[in-house]
Nanobody
Framework: QLVESGGGLVQAGDSLTLSCVFS????????MGWFRQAPGKEREFLGV????????WYADSVKGRFALSRDDAKNTVYLQMNNLKLEDTAIYYC???????????????WGQGTQVTVSS
């Protein structure tokens, strides 16, 4: 239902855009969120966009550097990441929820994740 792509190895200060293709038949009216999980850490909320694409909410840790958008014509949600830092290294997940939430438990569907590694 959700498939992420766009991860890879980048240098600190670079930008990267992740994509998440979702099933339009079942998820077009869902809010879409992005999370990440670094080794040994809990899954961390990054941001969420409502189903209309009109509102976004971000974690303080990435506000101003990361941006969410969605293109329902392409059934895709994007996570634009700028000025990447070493601590942004993690597996990045997109997820779908009935309503915008910053909690892992608020999401019903998850992608398999895509690795982002930031090097110095």
């Amino acid at each position: 239902q959700l498939v992420e792509s766009g991860g890879g190895l980048v240098q600190a200060g670079d930008s990267l855009t992740l994509s998440c293709v979702f099933s339009a038949r079942t998820l077009s009216s869902f809010a879409m969120g992005w999370f990440r999980q670094a080794p040994g850490k809990e899954r961390e909320f990054l941001g969420v966009i409502n189903w209309k694409g009109t509102d976004t909410w971000y974690a303080d840790s990435v506000k101003g550097r990361f941006a969410l958008s969605r293109d329902d014509a392409k059934n895709t949600v994007y996570l634009q990441m700028n000025n990447l830092k070493l601590e942004d290294t993690a597996i990045y997940y997109c997820a779908a929820a009935f309503a915008p939430s910053n909690a892992v438990r608020g999401y019903d569907y998850w992608g398999q994740g895509t690795q982002v590694t930031v090097s110095s």
